[in-house]
Structure formats: structure tokens, C-alpha cells
């Protein structure tokens, strides 16, 4: 092969690579485009959040939406293939809520509000990988029924009979 096949062969490569690295585009080679989700939670998740605040308010600070892998990694031990499936398993996914130690911040539970959707199977199976994760790794989850009203006593035994259990 001569001297200038291969020097345009290794031009093409390179503007190959320079695109795939620099020229992140949509099909139309247009960058993507982003818009503002105005609000964080669903309405059911915002009205929940408020009566969950009345009740835990005094001990814990609650925070919405974190993502499963920010609190939950594989436990070591795995091949680094099997931990990067584990991981994948669960990077994409959130909790509704996570419950902290109001003063160290240390995770304590981990709350989902179930509307209709769990009924799915493939809601189903998201809610069986995270009641399996949270197991594992002793990590008490609360599921609550979305509903349109809440008691801020039944929420608070609720937490605490979830936390009792865990902690014996």
C-alpha cells in the first residue's frame, strides 16, 4: 500500500473518531435539544411529600428522587463484568424518597409511592429489583399506596413499625 492510501485511510479514521467524540448530534447531525421538566414530582409525589415532611419533620430531612447507584453499589466480591451488570441494574433507576438522619445525613430508609402503574408487570419487576436491593443490603423500604388523602399518624407508625423491624 502506498504512502498516501494509507495517509487518507488514517485521515478518514480520524475524523471518524474526532466526530463519534466531539460531534455528539441526533440523526439530522443537529445537536440534541433539552427542555425544562417544570416540576420534579408528579402531583401524587408532591402531595405525598408534603404530609411525609409533617411526619418526619422533627427527626429526619427526606429527599426526592435519588438515584438507586448514589446510595446502593454491587458489594465487592464480584468479577469486574458481573459488578458492572449489577450496577447497570440499578444506575438508571430512582427511589421516590430517601429518608436521612436529620443531623448526619446517613441514609436511613427509602420510601415508594405506588399509584395504579404498579400494577404493571413491568413496574412489578422494577419494584421486585428494588425490594431485592434494599434487602441485600439491609436497607429498610417503606411502600406507600398513593391515594388522595394521608394520615400524618399513619405515615409516622408506618416508618417506625418498618424501622423497628429492621433494627432487631
Given at each position: 500500500?502506498?504512502?498516501?492510501?494509507?495517509?487518507?485511510?488514517?485521515?478518514?479514521?480520524?475524523?471518524?473518531?474526532?466526530?463519534?467524540?466531539?460531534?455528539?448530534?441526533?440523526?439530522?447531525?443537529?445537536?440534541?435539544?433539552?427542555?425544562?421538566?417544570?416540576?420534579?414530582?408528579?402531583?401524587?409525589?408532591?402531595?405525598?411529600?408534603?404530609?411525609?415532611?409533617?411526619?418526619?419533620?422533627?427527626?429526619?430531612?427526606i429527599?426526592?428522587?435519588?438515584?438507586?447507584?448514589?446510595?446502593?453499589?454491587?458489594?465487592?466480591?464480584?468479577?469486574?463484568?458481573?459488578?458492572?451488570?449489577?450496577?447497570?441494574k440499578?444506575?438508571?433507576?430512582?427511589?421516590?424518597?430517601?429518608l436521612?438522619?436529620?443531623?448526619?445525613?446517613?441514609?436511613?430508609?427509602?420510601?415508594?409511592?405506588?399509584?395504579?402503574?404498579?400494577?404493571?408487570?413491568?413496574?412489578?419487576h422494577?419494584?421486585?429489583?428494588?425490594?431485592?436491593?434494599?434487602?441485600?443490603?439491609?436497607?429498610?423500604?417503606?411502600?406507600?399506596?398513593?391515594?388522595?388523602?394521608?394520615?400524618?399518624?399513619?405515615?409516622?407508625?408506618?416508618?417506625?413499625?418498618?424501622?423497628?423491624?429492621?433494627?432487631?
Amino acid at each position: 500500500m502506498s504512502d498516501s492510501v494509507l495517509f487518507f485511510i488514517a485521515a478518514i479514521l480520524l475524523l471518524v473518531i474526532l466526530k463519534l467524540v466531539f460531534g455528539k448530534s441526533n440523526a439530522a447531525g443537529q445537536p440534541y435539544k433539552y427542555v425544562l421538566n417544570k416540576t420534579l414530582f408528579t402531583p401524587a409525589e408532591r402531595s405525598f411529600l408534603g404530609v411525609l415532611d409533617l411526619a418526619v419533620a422533627d427527626q429526619y430531612r427526606i429527599f426526592g428522587k435519588v438515584r438507586i447507584a448514589d446510595i446502593l453499589l454491587p458489594a465487592k466480591g464480584l468479577s469486574k463484568s458481573h459488578w458492572q451488570i449489577a450496577f447497570n441494574k440499578v444506575s438508571a433507576k430512582h427511589f421516590d424518597f430517601v429518608l436521612c438522619n436529620k443531623q448526619t445525613l446517613e441514609v436511613v430508609a427509602v420510601i415508594e409511592l405506588d399509584d395504579k402503574s404498579h400494577q404493571k408487570a413491568k413496574t412489578q419487576h422494577r419494584d421486585s429489583l428494588i425490594a431485592s436491593v434494599c434487602a441485600t443490603a439491609g436497607l429498610p423500604l417503606v411502600r406507600f399506596a398513593a391515594k388522595s388523602s394521608y394520615q400524618v399518624t399513619e405515615i409516622q407508625q408506618q416508618i417506625q413499625a418498618e424501622l423497628t423491624v429492621k433494627s432487631h
